[in-house]
């Protein structure tokens, strides 16, 4: 049976070291500084990415999607480096105009199969599909059938993320004027989550203790397969990690839950002070 390759984004927020653990090629989306341009997770590190936000004075970051050369070259080197086919799990086409670069190159090479699943998902919703796709094309599984099984899975995906502000959202264009100021009159914690594709308000509480309690009862409301808990500088994850694991319904497997940082494409849109997850419903 054929080789099938697997290609997500960086919006997937997959650590570089998982990604190559898994044989998962991994597309940058852009990252803007002002005038200075980088490649997430190539010319910009997570770490590097925070450094430079959290600076003072320092411009506010702007993000870009992967272009669709960027995914062709992709696609032509897995070929080239023996793949029959191609699984390609994008960043929700509603947030990113990503999925549609990736359609243009396939479209660019018709005569091959690649399959091109909009996660409408963002982070490590996008990931995990990428995850479960690779795992799926280890154990020899046809990449049309990866492709329709990881389309499946998207409605049994949550996440919850709670934000200090809704100031990042606006920012970068997520979310209207009207509704970061409403959060800001009213002084709450918002909890974000994707539905449909689209960043929506999952509740909005008082405090950040309170936020982070609400994040931990909708992430743990139903048994869960398996989790990646998010979280970006100033989010306390460890303390967040002990509490979710003694919360899941029937319990989970400490190595069906990682934790990391939101990266380089994400993080703009998040700003410090967050912790969240994404959990994949059993």
Do not use: N
Request: proline share 6%; glycine share 10%; hydrophobic share 50%.
């Amino acid at each position: 049976m054929g080789r099938v390759a697997v290609v997500t984004d960086s919006a997937s927020d997959l650590p570089p070291d998982r990604a190559a653990r898994h044989g998962i090629v991994v597309v940058p989306l852009i990252v803007r500084f002002g005038e200075e341009s980088f490649r997430a997770g190539v010319d910009l590190s997570t770490d590097a990415f925070w450094e430079r936000m959290l600076a003072p004075g320092a411009p506010f970051p702007t993000t870009a999607a992967a272009a669709p050369g960027d995914f062709q070259a992709a696609f032509e080197a897995a070929f080239a480096a023996g793949a029959d086919a191609i699984v390609c799990i994008t960043v929700g086409s509603k947030l990113s105009g990503t999925f549609k670069s990736a359609e243009i190159a396939r479209g660019l090479l018709a005569d091959r199969e690649i399959h091109v699943v909009d996660s409408q998902l963002a982070s490590m919703g996008v990931g995990m599909l990428a995850e479960i796709a690779a795992e799926m094309a280890a154990a020899g599984a046809p990449a049309a059938d990866i492709a329709r099984l990881t389309t499946e899975m998207i409605p049994r995906i949550d996440l919850y993320v709670a934000i200090d502000t809704l100031e990042y959202l606006r920012r970068g264009g997520r979310i209207s004027a009207a509704q970061a100021a409403i959060g800001g009159v009213l002084s709450v914690k918002p909890i974000i989550t994707v539905r449909d594709g689209v960043v929506e308000t999952a509740d909005r509480v008082r405090t950040r203790g309170k936020a982070r309690e609400r994040v931990l009862e909708l992430l743990t409301a139903k048994p869960v397969e398996r989790a990646a808990l998010l979280y970006t500088p100033g989010g306390e994850i460890d303390a967040f990690r002990a509490a979710f694991l003694g919360r899941v319904p029937g319990g989970i497997a400490e190595e069906r839950v990682t934790v990391q940082p939101v990266g380089a494409s994400v993080g703009p849109h998040l700003g410090p002070g967050c912790v969240g997850g994404v959990v994949l419903r059993a």
